[in-house]
């Protein structure tokens, strides 16, 4: 302690008796706090203040400990052993604990013998950023979890938690002889007019990743779990932190959040002009503003740079210089002034304990907020923050100047055409034409001034992406027929301005990629998941997938679920073929994240299509679905725009009977629920389609029931089946299934394999279903890869020959069968190096030339790249040596059948 602290703590008493009755009526109450703080210090008198216990009289604890801990800071404010920093977060970290005291004398009270959990408090604001006023409200959002939250038990959850959050509400709010201790205001929860006052915590994740506004996500940069059950409020913000820190940056929600801050100033304008009655945090060149600057700022960039997420305004302030995002300068001035007001933000509160941000417009109480802040009256005060809050307004009108500014393309003709030669379109007269249409507004999207606006907006980056685009004229030709069939253009448009770097994979996509850009016109939201890094890591796993679309799925009834799902696939299938065109990743990797895909895709909607089904109809005892995956989808290979090819399957007794409302018999109920989860997979809804599927290789054919059992399955497969369905199965997979029945298919199918055959039937038949194949549907043209002599079809039929003939290498993956069989010498190594270039070839093509055409100019040496090749011409060399080697491994197999056909002749 030095010789001058005790003047301080004094002067800061002496103030405090003379201008703040409310901290007056404290130190008279609290006497022993006083001295102390006058002997010891601020911090050395808070730490004999320790939180109350949670027994019957909690309410009268809580109100005499908060009196203490204001008193208490007050006077290390006033006397300077506290800055604004340490105030705000004592007072935030009381609050976060007499929340969590009031929470558990709420549970307490209706469960004693139970451990609080299962309902969190999620703070927001400044009780979210730690920087609580003095005399503030607080701003929770409360959830719950069903599952785990204590209750009654004749007690709904919902009505349970909501009797609880009332009930520490209460505690908390309740003014009684002893004051309160924290006002609580929840009316930052989604739709508080219609909504209870704690939400499930699976709707909750819903509302925010679909409906939510722009002031929400503005609200949530400064949120945590504060309180309750904190595991369950950080699984909550994690969840929803894709709505937190957008993949994409909006320009349109920033100029909402830019809008709401006018909107506050016209709300506030009698507080606008500075002097008495000022409003400190609403007024221009307020608090707000300074927390607005911070907080555009961190909307723009935050959602690709982590770092730039602090809650706090100041270290939000201290993160955004470092980065190079603001000034130094102007983040340093802006610091001090956000101390400064905040400061007599608190004085303004301690006077009477009233949540009041205006300064007095009476002489004698704007002296008083002076006096109490060391000034000699309230002239001295205004004088003072004058600079402050005339410098804040400039930094603020600036930061809105800097979002209106845009820098537009020339509307004199010869200009624009100078700038499109320089660009890469030359001649320019096809981009004169197109941009004076869109212009002109002759395109539905841009009829309305907003579009025409964000049109301006995007225009310079626009022009520059197309131009250096492979093909430019072909780009812009398909960016005029993509805005053609939107309904609006606002916000792709402000997307682009945003994001250059969209805007030239979008242009790379309309050159080289007809499948993605047809994916894009239908859903031009698409390319707003590419902002995120991630969308170009490596493709997830099945459980991967599951895991990540989880807390999004609960909760949502079987139509939303279905859009939830088609929504979630279409996004992770897009950014996969970007990959590709990107030359980011192996496209026989991507291959494989197309099945993975595929197969948690068909998982989800497999449980969502049986929950459904067995409420009407129940379960049927020891049985169940089975789905088995054939072709590309078993050999975990598809490609972008592949069909699923399934067989349904189920086991147990086929005359057992469903126990639900509505019983049915075992193939009935089967063949029903295998209708369904087909119709899940297939049927387009708002959100579009999932995958063509195709289930005619189930034994007989599309004559056959859709539905069989097991034991059914397999003695057709011993008994009836063809070899060409024998071939099939070297490619089947169980894809859905408990792990039992899955075993107990696979198992079915090795036997099967297993079975010895004649290597010249095996051959002959072969041959024949190959000669039907080729006739029935011939190659289209020299790049199907799959049809035609020397194609994937015919390597297929050569390595299941092989296969079956030796009884082994039975791997549903084609190149992990080949490479068990070049092992043992069952193929040529040629054949093993074939497969790879075709396959990726394959992947590639669907995406660039998806109807057998020739890859266009553009993306020629994109598909050489991708499989190996430096350049068209060495692809197509390569391309005919590989089909050649698998031609006459092919011949050779075929060579084996002629002394079964000369025995029949």
Known sequence: MTILDVPCRQSALDRLTANAPFLARLAELNPDDVTRFLAEGTDAALATVTPPPVDDDIMIRLRRWRGRIALLLALGDLSGEHDVAATTRHLTVFADAACDAALAAAFAERLPDEVPQGLAVIALGKLGSHELNYSSDIDPILIFDPDTLPRRSRDDPAEAAVRIARRMVEILSARTADGHVLRVDLRLRPHPEVTPIVLPVNAAISYYESEALAWEQAAFIRSRASAGDRALGASFLSAIQPFIWRRSLDFRQLKEIGAMSDRIRDHFAQGQA????????RGRGGIREIEFFAQVHQLIYGGRDPSLRPPATVDALTALTAAGRIEADVAERLTGHYATLRRIEHRLQMIEDQQTHSLPTQPAALDCVARLDGHADGAALLAMLLPVVTDVGACYDRLVVERAVTTGLP???????VQLRAAGFDPPDAALRAIAEWRAGKLRALRSPAALDALETVLPELVKALGAAPDPQGALLRFDKLVAGLPSAINFFHLLAAQPALAKIATRILSI??????ALSARVELIEGLIDQRAFDAPATKQQLRAEWAPGLAGLDYERLLDRVRDRVGERRFAYGVQLIAGATDPLVIACGYSELAEAA???????????????HGRIADSELVVLALGRLGGRALTHASDLDLIYLFTGD????????RPLGATTYYNRLAQRVTAAMSVPTAAGKLYDVDTRLRPQGAQGPLVVTLDSFERYQREEAWTWEHMALLRARPV???DTARAEVDRVIADLLATPRDPAKLAADAGEMR???AAHKPANGTLDIKGGPGGLVDLEFAMQVTQLSSGRCHDPNIAAALACMKAVGLVPVEVCEAHGLLARMLVMLRLTAPEGEPATAAARQLVASACGEPGWPQLLAAHDAARQEIANWWASIRLTARPQQETAI
């Open 411 to 417: 509307r004199d003709e010869g200009d624009l055409a």
């Open 513 to 518: 990629a007809p499948t993605l850009a047809d």
């Open 602 to 616: 068909l998982g989800v909607l497999a449980d969502a299509t049986i929950a459904e089904f067995v409420a009407a």
């Open 654 to 661: 086929h005359l057992a009977e469903s126990d639900g409302p």
């Open 274 to 281: 500075f002097g008495p009655g000022y409003d400190l945090k």
């Open 771 to 773: 000669d039907k194949i």
């Open 736 to 738: 859905y299934g408990s």
